[in-house]
């Protein structure tokens, strides 16, 4: 069978990820080439400094390039951050002779999209729903269906023109074409998420260093969707505050001996570190430690409550929230957002994958291995609900899609 290959790029606040894949069948994925590299010129998900966030996304492009033996052309790459803002919509069409054809697909699905946005800001996804027929919701392919109503609604979500422009322009720089840009939540999602759990209602959260980023599903499609920009490197700020210590070292002292839950931790647990004006290393309380590390957990959980609530659609929720992104590494953490959101909280990571996995083996590469998925999945859906083809098909269209970056 003939392979598709596919290029990402995760430009996340802490680490750049570049992946290199070869889509080997609709559900299977085989890592060929993976460069992780430091983020630079990254803050809260969005850049600040291009000549610095190109050149890591430079090294991390290379790094993958060197491990897969395969040279890039295009790639798709994540997008996060405050600026992004996301709306619903609705449009109705009449049905004229009682049967729905593709005219009145077609019409109801452009009606649905024509949403006026203002100059300054770029449509980045255009989500729609099942459609409704007669007001029977939950329809996904409604062609040769009989009614005198069709309506369909979207997830339109937007970001600020400049600033998706400048994150493109990091790409560029390296001569490599951004094929699309794909909302970090959303990839997460396609990573980490069953198909029962996206039916029934659920929140994905993917927890990194700069955003946090949320999407709710119901009834397989997308009713939800933002970027908090709050994260982990608020939780190092806080112990470099507290404990006096440069933010290498609050990092390391995070990842090492951090805990979301104070009550599990023994008062005569301690840790040491070399805070400012000290030459010499000192004994610290692990307790104290996790005690200022849950106080920011906890007020993070209390905004993606916040923002559930905002959503309007905090009753659809069973599955409760599947939470992704380097914190879910934090221990405890899952139990603290369970507490505070009142729902299951299950961690989850990218599986199923083969090829060179070992370093994606924790849920901080959900989003970026996540971004695969979705491109695979989307493709496949367009062409299901436009030609009613069976899956073979609609694979074999999406081996035309992409361009082949590879002979
Ligand atoms: N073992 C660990 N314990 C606690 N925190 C951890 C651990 N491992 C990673 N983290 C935290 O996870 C965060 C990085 O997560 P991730 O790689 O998902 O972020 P990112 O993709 O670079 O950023 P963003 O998506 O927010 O722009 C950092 O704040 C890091 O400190
Ligand atoms: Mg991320």
Not at 32 to 43: A, K, T
Not at 66 to 90: C, E, L, M, P, Y
Not at 108 to 132: C, E, F, G, K, M
Request: charged share 20%.
């Amino acid at each position: 069978m003939e392979k598709i290959h596919l290029a990402t790029i995760d430009v996340g606040t802490s680490k750049i990820c570049t992946l290199i894949a070869q889509v080997e069948s609709e559900s299977a994925i085989k890592i060929l080439g993976v460069g992780i590299e430091p983020s630079q010129g990254i803050r809260k998900g969005m850049v600040y400094d291009i000549q610095s966030a190109a050149t890591a996304i430079s090294k991390s492009i290379r790094k993958a390039e060197r491990t897969s033996g395969f040279q890039i052309s295009d790639a798709i790459i994540s997008v996060a951050g405050s600026h992004i803002g996301a709306i619903n919509n609705k449009a109705t069409v009449s049905i004229m002779g009682g049967e729905i054809s593709n005219y009145e697909i077609q019409r109801v699905n452009d009606a649905v999209r024509a949403v006026p946005i203002p100059s300054n800001r770029t449509i980045l996804h255009a989500l729609q729903r099942s459609y409704v027929v007669d007001g029977v919701e939950g329809i996904r392919n409604p062609l040769g269906m009989f009614g005198r109503r069709l309506d369909v609604e979207a997830h339109i979500i937007t970001g600020a023109t400049a600033t998706v422009e400048n994150l493109k322009q990091c790409v560029l720089t390296n001569e490599i074409e951004v094929d699309s840009m794909v909302l970090n939540s959303l990839a997460a999602g396609e990573a980490v998420l069953s198909d029962i759990e996206k039916q029934s209602g659920v929140l994905i959260c993917d927890l990194g260093a700069g955003t946090t980023d949320l999407a709710i599903y119901f009834n397989n499609d997308v009713w939800h969707t933002n970027s908090l920009p709050i994260g982990g490197a608020h939780i190092t700020s806080d112990i470099s505050q507290i404990f006096h210590l440069p933010a290498s070292h609050s990092e390391e002292v995070k990842r090492i001996h951090g805990s979301a839950l104070p009550e599990m931790i023994d008062e005569e647990e301690f840790f040491y570190a070399r805070s400012f004006g000290r030459d010499e290393s000192a004994k610290y309380s692990r307790k104290e430690l996790a005690s200022v590390i849950a106080v920011r957990v906890e007020e993070i959980f209390q905004l993606v409550r916040q923002e559930i609530k905002r959503s309007g659609i905090d009753h659809i929720l069973p599955a409760g929230m599947v939470l992704t992104g380097g914190c879910a590494e934090l221990p405890g953490i899952d139990r603290v957002a369970s507490r505070v959101l009142g729902f299951p909280v299950r961690i989850a990571k990218p599986e199923n994958l083969t090829g060179m996995i070992d370093q994606l083996d924790s849920p901080a590469f959900s989003a970026s291995v996540g971004l695969l998925y979705w491109r695979m999945k989307t493709e496949i859906i367009v062409d299901s609900q436009m030609k009613k083809a069976d899956s073979g098909e609609a694979f074999a269209k999406l081996k035309r899609f992409f361009r082949m970056l590879f002979p």
